[in-house]
């Protein structure tokens, strides 16, 4: 062709336009390639805003390819050609590599022009300001100068006019006033204007709300009006002191001060070192220097802390736990300050031999009728008005054997004791327990011979069987009062208030009604709508509605107070019963009751009583020989576990007592739970835990309990007599024992010689020496006095015969059931066992 350009040696290979719009290549040594011309069209570059122009098509040329345009602002993407689809991988990725380069070399150029621009502006800020602050400093300059020649002007002025008055003989003055004062004007000073200064620095609105709002310790320590702060007259006050004491002290050494240190039983020795004012780092050195290693937090004795107090120059002030109790029973009694009370009379004696009834001749009620069984479970406090008007008071005791702790608790709160015996019955065991407690109270008797008019009453053989018992009554030469009743036919009852009258006066019974209110709790119980509830009988002082109170392990406010008639009274006076309401919890019948000043020292009180008893229920005893016995002998013994809930808690009381007394040695009552109140959800939870049945004693469960109890399967008894619960439980803790096996020997016999039996028995030739042998009889063998086969007898045989017994004297042969080790000198005893019902 005449249009191809051939590039030989290093000339640059181009390419020729053709017609066609292809162009042929010549390479050397003879090669070719035909490629396709692409035609692009030129690029204007237009200014923002301005319509761009079509720029003419321009053929691809066949010199060097034309240098790369400059970088655009946006990189826009170009449309697939053909000459593109021609090019080969490498050419592809060295254009791709060339337009990266382009355009980062462009993105440079921007940047470095920015930072010039940057540059140039900060230049010319900071020119503006420099000039700005010359100009301020040249007007203050101008305007320093003006005042100082204003003030010569003045100056020169005032020294003209002192001259001209003592050319003219000077002002004429009063010799009693003293001469006016000269002084010299000072012009204002002017506040340099920082508005002017801060004109030239550009700043931005979000930056002079920062600095409006921010303080700084110069802002802090200036007025508002920019001038620094004063200090304070505190301020200066406190100064002034702290150098009156330096110089009042000198050099003399600072003196260290004593201190009086409280140290309880046991302390911490970090306690320790701030009660001493002492760095506790301080205190474990000087115990490791004791021998004592030891960390701050660790507990040490009040002899060790006597020692560190010491050493370290204090004063100890020791304290015990015991003492929040002090002071907490008040003083001692005046005697112009003790003033009459009513006497507080126990009626006691054996069950069923009508104390109740007689009390309720007294009152003129029907009390006994109320109780279940018809007899007395419960304390009862009542107060009787007689004819005369006189007020005694009374309490009510059980009589059978399982209350023993509630009429001890009965002779030790009372002035009389009223035993009742019934004249047709005679002395009982709790007649003689009654006599007995009585004596232990160190209080008088009166004996009351009850049930006169019964058949068979013999009121003599009861004043002679009091002799036993160190009673000698009046009517037999004694000091002992008596007196013959008839509760049912009301007759007596004025003579035995006689008696109790005169006792009491010969008691001279008093008490200071004026004073804070000391009292016992007679009987406890768990209410259902009042809650916990203690029947008090005060001592001594007046217990008065909304007075604070500690009784036992409990503390609380006297809500309400209800006496034995059901009204509520605002203030029960000494040797008077009264319900309280208001307890935080259900105390011990017979715990003391003390009124207290404040809410907070009743409940120190009362949790140190608390910490009291659960010590003493959870420290272990001394190990000794007789414990250890006796814990192996609890141990072999079958536990017989049970819950117990009663209506009082002196009820609950005397049931556990009662159990106690009718364990053995091979069975015992252990009480998981017991408690006042009703039969509750958690009651039954812990009772199927232990798979346990529960015991109410006049009480109920209530129906969320009973819900669970038949789901677990949870068993309850319910009792309203003390006895047909001792009963109930003896059974059933017999029937857990099973039945007793008693064993009777019946025969002896010794072993005379040893002979086989069929193929590999062995037979026993034997001579009864005592009693019988029969045939299935169990029997044992022993050897030496050592039992070796315990078992029966298989088959019994006497010349050959088969025969169901052999009497002593006789001889016969003896097989038994797989035993073959016989020896002649054995003995074989022969037995029955008979199997009786196990009681209690």
């Given at each position: 062709?005449?249009?191809?350009?051939?590039?030989?040696?290093?000339?640059?290979?181009?390419?020729?336009?053709?017609?066609?719009?292809?162009?042929?290549?010549?390479?050397?040594?003879?090669?070719?390639?035909?490629?396709?011309?692409?035609?692009?069209?030129?690029?204007?570059?237009?200014?923002?805003?301005?319509?761009?122009?079509?720029?003419?098509?321009?053929?691809?040329?066949?010199?060097?390819?034309?240098?790369?345009?400059?970088?655009?602002?946006?990189?826009?993407?170009?449309?697939?050609?053909?000459?593109?689809?021609?090019?080969?991988?490498?050419?592809?990725?060295?254009?791709?590599?060339?337009?990266?380069?382009?355009?980062?070399?462009?993105?440079?150029?921007?940047?470095?022009?920015?930072?010039?621009?940057?540059?140039?502006?900060?230049?010319?800020?900071?020119?503006?300001?420099?000039?700005?602050?010359?100009?301020?400093?040249?007007?203050?300059?101008?305007?320093?100068?003006?005042?100082?020649?204003?003030?010569?002007?003045?100056?020169?002025?005032?020294?003209?006019?002192?001259?001209?008055?003592?050319?003219?003989?000077?002002?004429?003055?009063?010799?009693?006033?003293?001469?006016?004062?000269?002084?010299?004007?000072?012009?204002?000073?002017?506040?340099?204007?920082?508005?002017?200064?801060?004109?030239?620095?550009?700043?931005?609105?979000?930056?002079?709300?920062?600095?409006?709002?921010?303080?700084?310790?110069?802002?802090?320590?200036?007025?508002?009006?920019?001038?620094?702060?004063?200090?304070?007259?505190?301020?200066?006050?406190?100064?002034?002191?702290?150098?009156?004491?330096?110089?009042?002290?000198?050099?003399?050494?600072?003196?260290?001060?004593?201190?009086?240190?409280?140290?309880?039983?046991?302390?911490?020795?970090?306690?320790?070192?701030?009660?001493?004012?002492?760095?506790?780092?301080?205190?474990?050195?000087?115990?490791?220097?004791?021998?004592?290693?030891?960390?701050?937090?660790?507990?040490?004795?009040?002899?060790?802390?006597?020692?560190?107090?010491?050493?370290?120059?204090?004063?100890?002030?020791?304290?015990?736990?015991?003492?929040?109790?002090?002071g907490i029973e008040g003083v001692e009694d005046k005697a112009e300050d003790l003033k009459p009370r009513p006497p507080v009379v126990t009626i006691m004696g054996h069950v069923?031999?009508?104390?109740?009834?007689?009390?309720?001749?007294?009152?003129?009620?029907?009390?006994?009728?109320?109780?279940?069984?018809?007899?007395?479970?419960?304390?009862?406090?009542?107060?009787?008005?007689?004819?005369?008007?006189?007020?005694?008071?009374?309490?009510?005791?059980?009589?059978?054997?399982?209350?023993?702790?509630?009429?001890?608790?009965?002779?030790?709160?009372?002035?009389?004791?009223?035993?009742?015996?019934?004249?047709?019955?005679?002395?009982?065991?709790?007649?003689?327990?009654?006599?007995?407690?009585?004596?232990?109270?160190?209080?008088?008797?009166?004996?009351?011979?009850?049930?006169?008019?019964?058949?068979?009453?013999?009121?003599?053989?009861?004043?002679?069987?009091?002799?036993?018992?160190?009673?000698?009554?009046?009517?037999?030469?004694?000091?002992?009062?008596?007196?013959?009743?008839?509760?049912?036919?009301?007759?007596?009852?004025?003579?035995?208030?006689?008696?109790?009258?005169?006792?009491?006066?010969?008691?001279?019974?008093?008490?200071?009604?004026?004073?804070?209110?000391?009292?016992?709790?007679?009987?406890?119980?768990?209410?259902?709508?009042?809650?916990?509830?203690?029947?008090?009988?005060?001592?001594?002082?007046?217990?008065?509605?909304?007075?604070?109170?500690?009784?036992?392990?409990?503390?609380?406010?006297?809500?309400?107070?209800?006496?034995?008639?059901?009204?509520?009274?605002?203030?029960?006076?000494?040797?008077?019963?009264?319900?309280?309401?208001?307890?935080?919890?259900?105390?011990?019948?017979?715990?003391?009751?003390?009124?207290?000043?404040?809410?907070?020292?009743?409940?120190?009180?009362?949790?140190?009583?608390?910490?009291?008893?659960?010590?003493?229920?959870?420290?272990?005893?001394?190990?000794?020989?007789?414990?250890?016995?006796?814990?192996?002998?609890?141990?072999?013994?079958?536990?017989?576990?049970?819950?117990?809930?009663?209506?009082?808690?002196?009820?609950?009381?005397?049931?556990?007592?009662?159990?106690?007394?009718?364990s053995t040695d091979d069975i015992r009552v252990r009480v998981l739970h017991s408690g006042v109140g009703g039969i509750t959800e958690s009651d039954v939870t812990l009772a199927?835990?232990?798979?346990?049945?529960?015991?109410?004693?006049?009480?109920?469960?209530?129906?969320?309990?009973?819900?669970?109890?038949?789901?677990?399967?949870?068993?309850?008894?319910?009792?309203?007599?003390?006895?047909?619960?001792?009963?109930?439980?003896?059974?059933?803790?017999?029937?857990?024992?099973?039945?007793?096996?008693?064993?009777?020997?019946?025969?002896?016999?010794?072993?005379?010689?040893?002979?086989?039996?069929?193929?590999?028995?062995?037979?026993?030739?034997?001579?009864?020496?005592?009693?019988?042998?029969?045939?299935?009889?169990?029997?044992?063998?022993?050897?030496?006095?050592?039992?070796?086969?315990?078992?029966?007898?298989?088959?019994?045989?006497?010349?050959?015969?088969?025969?169901?017994?052999?009497?002593?004297?006789?001889?016969?042969?003896?097989?038994?059931?797989?035993?073959?080790?016989?020896?002649?000198?054995?003995?074989?005893?022969?037995?029955?066992?008979?199997?009786?019902?196990?009681?209690?």
């Amino acid at each position: 062709m005449s249009d191809e350009k051939k590039t030989l040696g290093t000339k640059t290979l181009g390419v020729k336009r053709t017609t066609e719009g292809q162009v042929q290549q010549q390479f050397s040594h003879g090669r070719k390639n035909t490629v396709v011309v692409e035609r692009k069209k030129r690029r204007v570059l237009t200014k923002p805003g301005e319509t761009p122009q079509p720029a003419p098509v321009e053929e691809a040329k066949e010199a060097a390819p034309p240098p790369p345009p400059p970088a655009p602002e946006a990189p826009k993407a170009k449309k697939p050609s053909e000459a593109d689809a021609t090019l080969s991988r490498k050419e592809k990725q060295e254009q791709l590599l060339r337009e990266a380069e382009d355009a980062r070399l462009a993105q440079l150029e921007e940047s470095r022009r920015r930072e010039d621009e940057a540059k140039k502006a900060q230049t010319k800020d900071e020119a503006k300001r420099a000039v700005d602050n010359r100009k301020a400093e040249e007007e203050a300059e101008q305007e320093a100068a003006k005042a100082a020649a204003e003030e010569a002007a003045l100056e020169a002025e005032s020294s003209d006019e002192a001259a001209k008055a003592e050319a003219a003989g000077g002002p004429q003055l009063d010799a009693d006033k003293p001469a006016p004062r000269s002084f010299t004007p000072v012009a204002k000073p002017k506040r340099p204007d920082r508005k002017k200064e801060e004109k030239g620095k550009p700043k931005r609105a979000s930056d002079k709300r920062k600095e409006r709002s921010k303080l700084t310790v110069n802002r802090a320590l200036r007025d508002g009006d920019g001038s620094p702060r004063s200090r304070s007259l505190a301020a200066l006050k406190r100064s002034r002191e702290k150098d009156k004491a330096a110089r009042e002290q000198g050099d003399q050494p600072q003196v260290k001060k004593s201190l009086d240190v409280v140290v309880p039983e046991a302390i911490t020795v970090g306690e320790l070192a701030k009660r001493m004012e002492e760095r506790g780092a301080d205190l474990v050195k000087s115990l490791f220097k004791m021998g004592m290693a030891v960390t701050v937090n660790q507990t040490i004795d009040q002899d060790t802390a006597e020692l560190l107090v010491e050493e370290f120059g204090h004063n100890i002030k020791r304290v015990s736990e015991s003492d929040v109790e002090l002071g907490i029973e008040g003083v001692e009694d005046k005697a112009e300050d003790l003033k009459p009370r009513p006497p507080v009379v126990t009626i006691m004696g054996h069950v069923d031999h009508g104390k109740t009834s007689l009390l309720d001749a007294l009152r003129d009620t029907d009390v006994v009728g109320g109780e279940a069984g018809g007899i007395t479970q419960h304390i009862g406090a009542y107060q009787v008005k007689t004819k005369d008007g006189d007020i005694i008071s009374f309490l009510d005791t059980p009589g059978h054997a399982a209350f023993t702790e509630m009429r001890a608790r009965g002779a030790n709160v009372t002035d009389i004791v009223i035993i009742v015996v019934a004249a047709n019955d005679g002395i009982m065991p709790q007649t003689i327990e009654a006599i007995n407690h009585t004596k232990a109270a160190g209080v008088p008797m009166i004996i009351a011979i009850n049930k006169i008019d019964a058949e068979g009453a013999d009121p003599k053989n009861v004043r002679s069987r009091l002799l036993e018992h160190e009673v000698v009554v009046e009517e037999m030469s004694g000091d002992v009062q008596d007196v013959e009743v008839s509760a049912l036919k009301k007759t007596g009852l004025d003579d035995l208030v006689d008696k109790i009258k005169l006792q009491a006066e010969l008691l001279e019974l008093k008490a200071n009604p004026d004073r804070q209110a000391e009292g016992t709790v007679i009987e406890a119980k768990l209410d259902k709508g009042r809650g916990p509830v203690a029947t008090i009988l005060v001592n001594r002082g007046t217990l008065k509605r909304g007075d604070i109170f500690v009784v036992g392990a409990e503390s609380g406010k006297v809500r309400a107070m209800v006496n034995d008639k059901g009204k509520q009274v605002n203030e029960a006076g000494p040797s008077v019963p009264v319900e309280v309401l208001g307890l935080s919890g259900v105390p011990s019948a017979g715990d003391p009751l003390t009124v207290v000043e404040d809410e907070a020292r009743a409940r120190e009180v009362a949790e140190y009583r608390a910490e009291v008893l659960k010590r003493a229920r959870t420290t272990q005893q001394p190990t000794s020989v007789e414990n250890m016995f006796s814990a192996m002998a609890e141990e072999q013994a079958i536990e017989f576990p049970v819950v117990i809930k009663g209506d009082v808690q002196g009820s609950v009381e005397a049931i556990i007592g009662s159990l106690d007394n009718i364990s053995t040695d091979d069975i015992r009552v252990r009480v998981l739970h017991s408690g006042v109140g009703g039969i509750t959800e958690s009651d039954v939870t812990l009772a199927s835990a232990s798979n346990v049945p529960i015991i109410g004693f006049n009480v109920r469960a209530n129906a969320k309990a009973r819900e669970v109890a038949q789901r677990d399967g949870v068993r309850f008894k319910y009792f309203d007599v003390i006895y047909d619960l001792i009963d109930d439980i003896k059974a059933e803790m017999a029937g857990e024992l099973g039945p007793e096996r008693i064993e009777t020997v019946v025969g002896r016999a010794e072993v005379k010689e040893a002979f086989p039996a069929g193929k590999t028995g062995k037979a026993a030739g034997l001579l009864v020496t005592e009693g019988y042998i029969k045939k299935d009889l169990a029997a044992r063998i022993m050897r030496d006095d050592v039992i070796i086969y315990n078992g029966k007898v298989a088959s019994l045989r006497r010349f050959k015969d088969d025969v169901a017994e052999v009497r002593a004297g006789l001889e016969c042969g003896v097989v038994f059931d797989d035993h073959k080790d016989i020896k002649p000198g054995d003995y074989v005893e022969t037995y029955e066992v008979e199997e009786r019902e196990r009681t209690l």
